[in-house]
């Protein structure tokens, strides 16, 4: 795998999900959990395209704000 690469594209990802939440069709919270299930299920049948997409799911999940401790 080309960590670079993988980067790359999951800032790209990053990116979309950003302009999904500005236009209104998404928020960045759920579309980094749904890329994340999307992982699990890939990972049923090929572990490493599984954990590439977990990367993007945890680059998504990245740009939201931290959650305040209660």
């Known amino acids: 795998m080309d960590r670079a690469l993988v980067c790359a594209h999951g800032?790209?990802?990053a990116m979309v999900a950003s302009v999904?939440?500005?236009s209104g069709v998404t928020t960045t919270d759920e579309f980094a959990r749904l890329l994340k299930v999307?992982?699990?299920t890939v990972g049923e049948a090929d572990?490493?395209?599984a954990e590439i997409l977990a990367l993007w799911a945890d680059t998504v999940a990245a740009l939201l704000p931290a959650k305040p401790l209660n």
Do not use: I
Request: proline share 0%; hydrophobic share 60%; net charge negative.
């Open 47 to 49: 572990a490493e395209q």
């Open 11 to 13: 800032k790209m990802v």
């Open 20 to 22: 999904l939440q500005a």
């Open 38 to 40: 999307f992982a699990d």
